[in-house]
């Protein structure tokens, strides 16, 4: 195969991860010029192109050196490394990059009585996951029927065509919708960016490496507050004490007040009215709390 010099990046055409995905590129300063059949997008900053296509051909595309990179569920790509054959291309989960959340559960009709894995033997699962769920019931031991379906797994029981179901949850409304009761997890997924497990030598590798960076940078700082309060220096160490997790504080003079400092924190995560009241108690006053935009470490 002919050697790209820009980077070929495949995510959702049209879908759940569509928006959050582009919007994540572009905080990383990857922005693109929509081609009028919107199959493929040239980038216009960086040599970074989109290919857009149905989520479930994304792994295929890396496993054959179409696409360098993908964004894709994480109950993709394990369903794909499970079910793709072994002259396929290993791929690997390069980051989670905190959206499209939804867990791959088992689901079973709400009067059905149901304790443990080991009810399930001898009975019909409907599910588009037939590799997840075939390793999970290998994995407790049990024989049941696996019924692969495309789409609407969650008609099955009522339909006949299974006893009960295995199929992606989020809000859980679905299954309350047709009377089913989530009873097992076998997955936790998340958007992943996706790639080979080998990162190529050549400049299309460095610029993979450049957008890990910018994406740990985003990732890092997406739920970061910067916390900025004025304290004595008497009251310091009580203050420091409650502040939430993150790397050390900066502390600053404040010019014509020697007693009192400046103190500046990157928090991990929300800094809530009660935990702000708390450090107001001990002391501190003039408090912020920012949004982060960008970090480069
Ligand atoms: N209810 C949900 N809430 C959040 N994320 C979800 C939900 N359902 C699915 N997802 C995640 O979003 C991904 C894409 O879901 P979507 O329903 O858009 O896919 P699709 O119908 O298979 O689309 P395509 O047309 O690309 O094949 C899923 O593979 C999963 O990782
Ligand atoms: O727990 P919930 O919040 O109800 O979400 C779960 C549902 O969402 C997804 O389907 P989607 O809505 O994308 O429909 P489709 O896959 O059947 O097109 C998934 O296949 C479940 O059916
Ligand atoms: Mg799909």
Excluded: H
């Amino acid at each position: 195969m002919k050697t790209r010099d820009r980077l070929r990046i495949a995510m959702q055409k049209s879908g759940r991860l569509t928006e959050p995905a582009l919007e994540l590129l572009k905080r990383c300063g990857l922005t693109f010029r929509q081609s009028r059949d919107k199959l493929f997008c040239f980038g216009e900053g960086e040599p970074v192109d989109l290919l857009l296509v149905r989520d479930d051909d994304i792994p295929g595309l890396i496993a054959q050196g179409v696409c360098d990179l993908g964004i894709v569920g994480r109950n993709v790509l394990d369903e794909f490394a499970l079910t793709a054959g072994r002259d396929v291309a290993p791929l690997a989960e390069w980051r989670a990059l905190g959206f499209g959340r939804c867990r791959l559960s088992i689901a079973v009709p709400q009067e059905m009585d149901y304790r443990a894995p080991s009810d399930l033997a001898g009975l019909r699962i409907a599910t588009s996951y037939p590799g997840l769920l075939g390793a999970w019931l290998r994995g407790q031991g049990v024989g049941a029927g696996v019924v692969t379906l495309a789409g609407s797994v969650e008609i099955a029981p009522r339909l006949g065509t299974a006893d009960l179901i295995c199929d992606l949850v989020q809000s859980g409304g679905t299954l309350a919708a047709n009377q089913l009761r989530e009873t097992e997890v076998l997955l936790e997924s998340e958007a992943v960016l996706a790639g080979p497990q080998t990162l190529p030598a050549d400049e299309r590798g460095d610029m993979i490496e450049l957008l890990f960076r910018r994406l740990d940078g985003v990732i890092q700082v997406r739920e970061s507050r910067l916390l900025l309060l004025q304290t004595s220096r008497g009251a310091l160490d009580a203050v420091v004490r409650l502040l939430p997790g993150g790397p050390q504080p900066t502390l600053l003079p404040v010019a014509g007040q020697p007693d009192q400092l400046m103190l500046q924190a990157l928090c991990a995560g929300e800094v809530s009215w009660r935990q702000l009241e708390e450090i107001k108690k001990a002391g501190a006053r003039e408090m912020f709390v920012l949004p982060v935009e960008k970090m480069l470490a």
